[in-house]
């Protein structure tokens, strides 16, 4: 039914031997890769303008690496133009900058709604028409699927809620409580620039893993890429998700900043009820408690699991051969989420793409 609705008064589909669902940094450099062997493809990115799921961080969001660590393929990004680690707007402008200088075909703002069986062909329907591919790539990333726990009382509870997906900047919760709520890296860097002007407490499940000061994003994607390929049980010390000192960080531990305490067991209308009885009033909670693999365009290829991933081998679907998958986390490449590992993943996947593409097509 649905693909007869998207049929009505269409002209033939567009047709590529590749469509990358995706026009994040995922995306761009899987394109880099397929232009210089000019392989015929086509990105579809869901955002009104360059930058994917960076459009979306608060402001003040800044890398944990130098800029010389988190290029994508073919061209460095340029130094900050303000000194440390380069901010989200340097992303963006970068990332812009990169899709222009190598002419990526990039067609937006196009959302997939669902990929297709059709043939020898899969079949890409959206708002903006029908495309159709010999290979299809999924790179849509996260953001888009922020992930909340199902806390009793969530619905009930009348103050502020947000997801750090959402998160802007702090000024409108001066004077406030605020609960922040996940031990990783955004619930870090946000507590910080929380606390000088609201009463913030740090919820999480266990007590938050520091990185030394002199360990940055580089070395922790170095150890994800050791994780991955090492031996099993030969994991070295620190991960990923473990917290970085950026500048903001060291700055609200220097404060005594960076307290945390365990979670809540229930909310309600006013606040928060702790473990041991006592109840708190709170005026906003913003969740800093990761994202899920946005994969809803998917689901008619009945390829995802009951954990929301895909079953893989290296990129490729195993279920469905013609799709392949990259950008949403270890299981789809070392790091493959992040910029310096999405440079890596698009190198192997650009050259498994095109031994597929190469291959005889099956007898029938």
Request: hydrophobic share 40%; charged share 20%.
């Amino acid at each position: 039914m649905q693909a007869q609705a998207y049929e009505t008064g269409m002209t033939d589909p567009q047709f590529h031997d590749v469509i990358i669902i995706g026009g994040g940094q995922m995306g761009l450099s899987l394109g880099y890769y397929l232009r210089r062997a000019s392989v015929d493809f086509a990105i579809l990115d869901a955002e009104p303008g360059p930058g994917g799921s960076w459009r979306h961080g608060w402001d003040s969001l800044r890398l944990f690496s130098p800029a010389g660590y988190s290029s994508l393929p073919g061209w460095p990004m340029p130094p900050p133009v303000h000194p440390g680690y380069p901010t989200r707007n340097d992303v963006l402008d970068y990332l812009g900058r990169y899709e222009a200088r190598y002419a990526l075909p990039v067609q937006r703002p196009v959302r997939v709604d669902a990929v297709e069986r059709n043939a020898d062909r899969l079949d890409i329907l959206s708002g903006q028409g029908r495309f159709s591919a010999r290979v299809v790539v999924s790179a849509t990333g996260t953001w888009s699927h922020p992930y909340i726990p199902d806390i009793e009382g969530r619905d009930l509870f009348q103050g502020a809620q947000i997801h750090s997906a959402h998160y802007v900047a702090p000024d409108p919760f001066a004077g406030q409580t605020v609960l922040v709520v996940g031990g990783g890296n955004s619930g870090a860097q946000i507590v910080a620039e929380l606390a000088p002007m609201a009463h913030v407490l740090w919820v999480t499940t266990h007590d938050p893993q520091f990185l030394p000061d002199d360990v940055d994003g580089h070395v922790l994607f170095e150890r994800a890429v050791a994780r991955m390929k090492g031996p099993p049980g030969d994991t070295p010390v620190g991960g990923i998700g473990d917290i970085v000192m950026v500048p903001s960080v060291r700055e609200a531990r220097a404060r005594g900043d960076l307290g945390s305490v365990h979670p809540f067991t229930r909310m309600t209308a006013s606040g928060v009820v702790w473990a041991d009885g006592s109840d708190m009033a709170v005026d906003a909670v913003i969740w800093c408690t990761g994202f899920r693999p946005a994969l809803d365009h998917l689901s008619g290829l009945d390829v995802v699991e009951s954990d929301g991933k895909v079953r893989l081998e290296g990129q490729q679907s195993i279920k469905e051969p013609r799709l392949w998958l990259a950008g949403y986390g270890d299981w789809t490449g070392p790091g493959s989420a992040t910029l310096m590992g999405a440079a890596r993943t698009a190198r192997d996947l650009a050259a498994g793409l095109q031994k597929q593409l190469s291959a005889p097509a099956p007898s029938s």
